[in-house]
């Protein structure tokens, strides 16, 4: 959508930037309380562990780190006993097989039955968050009111719609800031060794959510890119030095290519995985100043910190001194798993005061979301934001009115990418080296490095035990 | 009998759920899947305590995974008690725990040991052109997985557009020949058309299995009538307007601040089949009507090919 604004040339109302950030903002919420609990806090907490809790050391437990507004013994023993009975009918579903018992797994039974509690009520919890994206985009998942020239939600710049997104951001964000961040950092707390294991080199932010049609200038997540872990380095990024690569991707060869001058050429047969050389998967291979950047919660929060945004530096210097960990921490699984929350905090934080901008619109007599445009005979354009897992750019190229060439780069590209043509290797697998593994046929360390990511994508990754050199594939889910 | 009830009011206590609540959720979903209201203590049993869960094996294929997380928004009855009370998901890539062997061990012990008595939930288009070969999990292709698995159902529900019509990878020019999960194993799947579908209308179709022992009505797709019943068009809220010749012609305009008919503006209400009107989204929050933009057609099959562009009105 944005591409395509910016190839019409179409300048978007205030309230529909604002709406839009608050959509996005909403996102991020989401997006990482979903993220944290339900697709990676099973790495860190061992559920069966949970069963052997006692309740009230764990109501203590609770009252000690966090503000949750549940708890108390009765609580953590009904929590208790809805696991035992969900284990004792021998059906144990999604939580069948997994590596219970690992020996990396280092929560006391106490502070894994919170954690359990919390993963059962951020599943409620995310629900009702989802209905912020309802109330001013129709429907989650898939919002249906973003239009190219605004959004389509006039009839819901409403009191009452506004009072009810503001409620449920209240109600999200207090589990942000009382349920969330403590437990991250009290999980932190177990796992400081985490903070030298899985670190990449090189972070792109586009940045996102702006605050004036100033961009990137007013971003209210700033764009900028960090080569080398040089945090004071950090510089402006350009779309312009971005190219995609293709030779270890299932499509046709060719030099690298700016995503305008980008092609998608799939190959025409069985694309078969050939160990030991040949192409391997269906992702190119982004680069920056042919470069691999990480994206995400990480790159964005480094960008932020180096930048000195004062929100984002005062929660990642707070979080480092409760975890009591240097700077150098946040090139990690920890960090990154750190940055994540961190962000949602932030960002959430800030939506109110979007909220209250477009009640000052709307008292103001300003209720418009859409500004028209034409389409353009021929025209290029280029739309670069952050989501969630990270950095977006799509670019357009229209020609006789119609849609000439589309490419997209999405986070989980710039992440999980192959090798290029010169052999260097993506952040993923960057970040897989020297990972210590206790037992390489249950890979659990695998999984947190490669989860804390946030893939958007079952993959498959290959781990090689130097002892007996035995190749283990592993199907990461 | 009076015993049984008490104890079913203590288990749902033990659960978090106020008497109040279930009830509330029960007649919600009975009147959505049109049953009479006397079904309602019927709902409730189900619900309850069954002594073993119904096994559901959820399969991946070709899809964004939009459908799974609409139904990780289901409030009636909320997620976690459809994962831990109701179904037993012994197959699921996204919310399970175990991964890599452990996983592929989950699915192949679920299938052998539930034989014949699963419920076989597909998300995702199947890929048919090079031996399948643009589509592959652990190896194998979504063909060959799919044709392993979905016989041995007791019933196959294939959720959202894509396992429904093939979606948007199947959208021309279709480069790995995607198709639908019926046409990948000629086996009738139950279709819960969407993009994503409303995940009430995917429970309600589970809760008339478990409720009845069957599957709903169907209409000629395969689409439970209860929700894909009617068009959107005949339950409108701005059927008036269209009626009355009220036509949005612009985003931005009076008309659109009025909430006039969307028809000019590319809906595709009159020939889409599905109760959005009526359930709406997240909890009964809105729909893309509602939302000022019309609706695209998405439970309607090829709508990626058939409704584009969907600002050109029908």
């Known amino acids: 959508m944005r591409s395509v604004e910016d190839a019409v040339g179409v300048q978007i109302p205030d309230n529909a930037r604002i709406i839009r950030n608050l959509l996005h903002g909403a996102q991020y919420q989401h997006d990482h309380i979903v993220h944290f609990y339900h697709l990676h806090a099973l790495d860190w907490v061992d559920v069966v562990s949970a069963l052997k809790a006692d309740p009230k050391q764990t109501a203590t437990l609770s009252e000690n780190v966090s503000n949750a507004p549940w708890g108390g013994a009765t609580y953590y023993k009904n929590v208790q006993a809805r696991l035992q009975t969900f284990v004792d009918s021998g059906q144990l579903g999604p939580l069948n097989n997994a590596y219970w018992g690992h020996s990396a797994y280092k929560l006391p039974p106490e502070a894994n039955l919170m954690a359990t509690a919390h993963y059962i009520e951020a599943l409620r919890l995310q629900a009702k968050a989802a209905r912020m994206h309802a109330i001013f985009g129709a429907k989650n998942p898939h919002l249906q009111s973003l239009v ?330 | 009998m009076e015993k049984e009830q008490k104890q079913f009011a203590e288990r749902l206590e033990q659960k978090g759920v106020s008497r109040r609540d279930f009830m509330k959720f029960c007649t919600f979903l009975t009147a959505t899947m049109g049953l009479s209201s006397s079904f309602v203590p019927k709902v409730a049993e189900v619900f309850a305590a069954p002594k073993q869960r119904p096994p559901v094996i959820w399969l991946h294929f070709a899809e964004c995974t939009g459908c799974s997380e609409a139904v990780l928004r289901s409030m009636y009855p909320w997620i976690d008690q459809l994962v831990l009370e109701v179904l037993d998901i012994a197959y699921h890539e996204t919310i399970m725990a175990a991964s890599g062997y452990q996983a592929e061990e989950n699915l192949h012990m679920a299938m052998k040991k539930y034989e014949g008595k699963f419920i076989c939930v597909c998300e995702g288009a199947v890929a048919t052109k090079f031996n399948g070969g643009y589509g592959k999990i652990a190896g194998r292709t979504f063909q060959e997985i799919a044709k392993e698995v979905v016989p041995k159902a007791a019933a196959t529900i294939a959720i959202g557009q894509c396992a429904c019509f093939g979606g948007i990878q199947a959208a021309k020019p279709n480069p790995g020949g995607y198709v639908s999960v019926e046409e990948a194993t000629g086996v009738k799947t139950i279709k819960i058309a969407g993009c994503p579908p409303n995940p009430i209308n995917f429970v309600g179709t589970v809760v008339n299995y478990l409720l009845l022992g069957k599957l709903p009505a169907l209409d000629h797709l395969g689409r439970p009538l209860f929700a894909y019943g009617k068009t959107i068009h005949d339950q409108c809220p701005r059927r008036a307007h269209f009626e009355n010749d009220e036509m949005v012609e612009e985003f931005g305009s009076e008309e659109a601040a009025k909430g006039w008919c969307l028809y000019m503006m590319g809906c595709k209400g009159p020939e889409t089949y599905n109760n959005c009107p009526i359930v709406k989204f997240n909890d009964g929050t809105s729909w893309p009507v509602e939302a000022g933009h019309g609706c695209i057609g998405c439970s309607e099959p090829n709508f990626w090919d058939k409704y584009t562009p969907f600002y050109e009105m029908l």
């Open chain 1, 148 to 477: 190219v020239g605004g959004v389509t939600s006039v009839k819901d710049l409403t009191p009452d719609r506004i009072a009810e997104f503001l409620y449920i951001w209240k109600e999200t964000q207090d589990f942000v800031k009382n349920v969330y961040i403590p437990d991250l950092l009290a999980v932190a707390s177990f796992y400081k060794d985490w903070g030298a294991i899985g670190g990449t080199t090189n972070f792109l932010a586009w940045g996102d959510l702006p605050t004036t049609n100033q961009e990137p200038e007013s971003l209210f997540m700033p764009r900028g890119v960090i080569l080398k872990r040089d945090l004071a380095g950090v510089k402006m990024a350009q779309q312009e030095s971005v190219t995609e690569h293709v030779t270890n991707a299932w499509y046709e060869d060719g030099a690298p290519k700016h995503p305008y001058k980008g092609e998608t050429k799939p190959l025409q047969e069985d694309p078969e995985y050939r160990p030991g050389g040949g192409k391997y998967t269906w992702f190119k291979a982004p680069r920056y100043e042919g470069e691999p950047c990480e994206v995400g919660p990480l790159a964005r929060v480094l960008v932020a910190y180096a930048k000195g945004h004062p929100d984002v530096k005062a929660a990642v210097e707070s979080t480092l001194s409760n975890l009591g960990v240097p700077v150098q921490a946040l090139f990690s699984t920890l960090g990154r798993t750190a940055a994540r929350g961190l962000d949602a905090l932030v960002i959430g934080n800030a939506m109110e005061g979007w909220v209250m901008e477009l009640v000052d619109n709307i008292k103001n007599g300003n209720t418009a979301t859409y500004a028209s445009w034409e389409m353009p005979d021929s025209a290029q354009g280029v739309g670069l934001n952050d989501v969630a897992r990270g950095s977006l750019g799509h670019w357009i190229n229209i020609e006789g009115g119609k849609i000439a060439n589309y490419q997209y780069v999405v986070p989980s590209t710039w992440n999980l990418g192959p090798r290029d043509e010169k052999g260097n290797l993506g952040p993923v697998e960057e970040a897989l080296i020297g990972t210590p593994i206790a037992d390489p046929k249950r890979p659990l360390e695998v999984l947190r490095t490669v989860h804390s990511f946030d893939p958007c994508i079952a993959c498959g990754v290959h781990v090689i035990d130097p002892d007996s050199n035995e190749v283990y594939k592993v199907k990461v889910l």
